[in-house]
C-alpha cells in the first residue's frame, strides 16, 4: 500500500513552503525505499517553485533533487542495493531506456526526456514525481547510487547535483595537471567546482565581481582570485585559461570570457539563468575556442564523481536546516548569504494535520 509521508511543499506557483502529507507508491519488484536523511536546497528549486521554468505540474509541489537517505527496503528483483546501504538521488529517476542517449549511459540527455525526481510522469504509476523535502522516496534501483560512508551524509548532499554538474564538464574537457581552470561565480556550484578541479590537479582562479569573497576563495583552495568589475581584469587574463566555468544563474559578457581562453579553450556553462547569452562569433574563432553546456551527470558519472569524491575528502560547505526554515533559506539563497550550500535535516519535518 501507498505510505503516507511529511514533506514540505509550495501549494501554488510563488508561495511559499508549507508542511503538506505527499504519498509514496508501494515498492515494486525492482524499486528502492529509502529513509531521507539530508536533503540539499538548490537554486533550482527556487526556480521551479516561482514558475520560472513553467506552470507546477503538481500541487502542492514538493522540490529537492539531493537526496542522502538509508535504504529500508527493497523489491524482489532488486540486485544493486540492500537494506541498510546509504544512497543518494540526485535530478532524475526514470528515463526511456531505449533511446540511443539512454542506450549510451547517458540518461541525462534522453531523447524522450529523463524523468526528473520532482514534477516529472513516473512511469511506473502515472503520478507526478515529489521530490526529496520529505521524509521517504521509492525509486527504481538503476537510478540510485551509493554514497560512500566516509563522506558525511549531510555534506555529500550536495554532490548529487551540485557536485556532478560541475564534475562532468571538468572531466569531459580532461581537466588535470597543468590545466588552467577559472571558475566563474563562488557559490553552491561555484565552491564544488573549485574543489573538484583542485581535486583533479588543475591550477584553479576564482573570477567573482567584487573582491568580497578572496579569503573564501583561496581557502577552499583556488591558486589566484579575480574581480570582474574591473573592466582591466580581462586585458590581464587574456588568452589565459583552458576552461571557463561558468556557475552563476545570471547573464555573463560571453565575449569578455571567451577571450580570457587560450586556444581551444572552452566556456563551459552551467549555472541555470532564463534569459538569453549572446556572442560575437569572431571571439571563438580566432583562436579555435568553444562555448560549452551540460546537464547534470548520468548515473555512471554520478557514482564515480561520488566515488571521487570519497578519495578526495570532497564535500560541499553547508549550513544545516531544520525544515520549517526552508522560506527563509529560499531567500538566503537569493540574497547570496549562504556558504555554501543549505543542507534539510529530514528528521525535523511537522506533524501535518
Not at 260 to 265: A, P
Not at 339 to 352: K, W
Request: charged share 20%; glycine share 10%; aromatic share 8%.
Amino acid at each position: 500500500m501507498p505510505t503516507t509521508v511529511h514533506a514540505y511543499g509550495a501549494p501554488a506557483v510563488g508561495a511559499p513552503l508549507v508542511p503538506v502529507a505527499i504519498e509514496r507508491r508501494d515498492v515494486g519488484p525492482h524499486d528502492v525505499k529509502l529513509d531521507i536523511l539530508f536533503c540539499g536546497i538548490c537554486h533550482s528549486d527556487i526556480h521551479f517553485v516561482s514558475g520560472d521554468f513553467g506552470p507546477l505540474a503538481v500541487e502542492p509541489f514538493v522540490p529537492g533533487h539531493e537526496i542522502v537517505g538509508v535504504v529500508t527496503e527493497v523489491g524482489p528483483e532488486v540486485t544493486k542495493h540492500k537494506v541498510g546501504d546509504r544512497v543518494g538521488i540526485g535530478c532524475m529517476v526514470e528515463s526511456c531506456r531505449t533511446c540511443e542517449n539512454c542506450l549510451a549511459g547517458e540518461q541525462q540527455y534522453c531523447v524522450n526526456g529523463s524523468v526528473l525526481v520532482f514534477g516529472g510522469l513516473d512511469p511506473f504509476d502515472g503520478t507526478i514525481t515529489q521530490g526529496g523535502y520529505s521524509q521517504e522516496y521509492v525509486a527504481n534501483e538503476d537510478y540510485i547510487v551509493h554514497v560512500p560512508e566516509s563522506l558525511d551524509p549531510a555534506a555529500a548532499a550536495p554532490l548529487l547535483c551540485a557536485g556532478i554538474t560541475v564534475y562532468s564538464p571538468l572531466r569531459r574537457w580532461n581537466t588535470g595537471p597543468g590545466t588552467r581552470v577559472a571558475v566563474l561565480g563562488l557559490g553552491g556550484l561555484g565552491h564544488l567546482g573549485v574543489k573538484m578541479a583542485k581535486a583533479m590537479g588543475a591550477e584553479v582562479t576564482v573570477l567573482s565581481r567584487t573582491e568580497a569573497k578572496r579569503a573564501d576563495a583561496l581557502a577552499l583552495g583556488a591558486d589566484d582570485y579575480y574581480a570582474t568589475e574591473d573592466p582591466a581584469v580581462f586585458a590581464q587574463l587574456s588568452n589565459r585559461f583552458d576552461i571557463v566555468l561558468n556557475t552563476v544563474s545570471a547573464p555573463i559578457d560571453v565575449d569578455a570570457y571567451l577571450g580570457t581562453l587560450r586556444r581551444e579553450g572552452t566556456l563551459a556553462n552551467v549555472g541555470l539563468t532564463t534569459q538569453s547569452l549572446s556572442y560575437n562569433p569572431f571571439s571563438i574563432m580566432t583562436a579555435g575556442r568553444s562555448i560549452s553546456a551540460s546537464s547534470f551527470g548520468s548515473i555512471r558519472e554520478t557514482q564515480e564523481m561520488l566515488d571521487f569524491a570519497a578519495e578526495h575528502g570532497v564535500t560541499a560547505d553547508i549550513e544545516v536546516i531544520d525544515a520549517a526554515q526552508v522560506n527563509d533559506a529560499f531567500e538566503r539563497v537569493l540574497a547570496s548569504d549562504v556558504r555554501y550550500r543549505f543542507v534539510i535535516d529530514s528528521a525535523t519535518y511537522p506533524g501535518v494535520a
